[in-house]
């Protein structure tokens, strides 16, 4: 009887929980319960290797975001560098784009091996 009182996030959201893993502004992994906490209080059951890839995933997107960011206005409001180590940082943001897509790939991989089992 009490099942039948949960509410699930899928049922009351047009949010799927994997947009609110990457979009929280908080995420604690709780390794041992397999959860994942999210602004100290929404709690989504999310595998232990899914959920530290998604931590880790989300570290490199804001990293490349930061980046991208800084590298952006080091361009545009300094009109007067020459544009000297602009190409280091245009290196830098595509080796960072390539960890973040083969994080991406690692999480998808195992969201297929999860649901195959």
């Known amino acids: 009887a009490a099942a039948a009182l949960q509410v699930f996030l899928r049922e009351v959201s047009v949010a799927s929980p994997l947009s609110l ?26 595998p232990a290797v899914t959920a530290v890839l998604l931590k880790r995933l989300r570290e490199a997107v804001d990293h490349v975001l930061t980046a991208t960011v800084a590298a952006s ?25 390539v960890a973040v897509m ?7 991989a195992s969201e297929v091996a999860e649901a195959g089992r």
Do not use: E, M, P, Y
Request: hydrophobic share 40%; no cysteine; aromatic share 4%.
């Open 21 to 46: 893993i990457l979009f929280s502004n908080t995420l604690k992994v709780q390794h041992d319960s397999g959860i994942v906490v999210l602004g100290d209080w929404l709690q989504i059951k999310v």
């Open 73 to 97: 206005n080091h361009t545009s409001g300094d009109k007067n560098s020459g544009g000297v180590g602009v190409g280091d940082r245009g290196g830098l943001l595509a080796q960072n784009a």
């Open 102 to 108: 083969g994080l991406v790939q690692q999480l998808l």
